[in-house]
DNA sequence: CCATTGACTTAAG
DNA sequence: CCTTAAGCCAATG
């Protein structure tokens, strides 16, 4: 299916693009809003999230704030759950914080090819 | 229906 | 990078 299908709902279609991201990388919540083409909507891409879990499995793990930050490992099954994922993938963190932010960052817009 | 809140972002200082 | 202020929009009371 594509992911410019604008027949989905915002929440469908932030869904489609968190199950994109590859492992061990991790994307921006206004990344995703700014793939949609809401980049000021980047709330509503973190409250997709948090009803993602009781929707569909999504590795929400992988989407932080702008600069790398864990914002909403406090809303997973346990508060360390989020931080202990992203570690499994190779990332590091400190103090809630990627450390390689810049290195792990994927940037849907630019790397989801166009169908 | 109005007010507040929130897994956010940008701009300006 | 930090702080303020403002914008954004669904959900909740």
Same mark, same amino acid.
């Given at each position: 299916?594509?992911? %410019?299908?604008?027949?989905?709902?915002?929440?469908?279609?932030?869904?489609?693009?968190? *199950?994109? #991201? =590859?492992?061990? +990388? !991790?994307?921006?919540?206004?990344?995703?809003?700014?793939?949609?083409?809401?980049?000021? %909507?980047?709330?509503?891409?973190?409250?997709?999230?948090?009803?993602?879990?009781?929707? *569909?499995? #999504? =590795?929400?793990? +992988? !989407?932080?704030?702008?600069?790398?930050?864990?914002?909403?490992?406090?809303?997973?099954? %346990?508060?360390?759950?989020?931080?202990?994922?992203?570690?499994?993938?190779?990332?590091?963190?400190?103090?809630?914080?990627?450390?390689?932010?810049?290195?792990?960052?994927?940037?849907?817009?630019?790397?989801?090819?166009?169908?």
């Amino acid at each position: 299916m594509r992911i %410019s299908d604008k027949n989905k709902d915002f929440f469908d279609l932030v869904y489609e693009v968190v *199950k994109l #991201i =590859p492992f061990g +990388r !991790v994307t921006s919540y206004g990344a995703i809003a700014n793939y949609l083409g809401a980049t000021r %909507s980047s709330r509503l891409v973190g409250w997709a999230m948090n009803a993602s879990h009781a929707t *569909k499995q #999504i =590795p929400a793990h +992988r !989407v932080v704030n702008r600069i790398g930050l864990l914002t909403g490992k406090m809303h997973f099954s %346990s508060p360390t759950e989020m931080e202990e994922l992203l570690i499994a993938e190779g990332i590091e963190i400190v103090d809630n914080k990627i450390v390689n932010f810049d290195r792990v960052f994927w940037s849907p817009s630019k790397e989801i090819p166009i169908d």
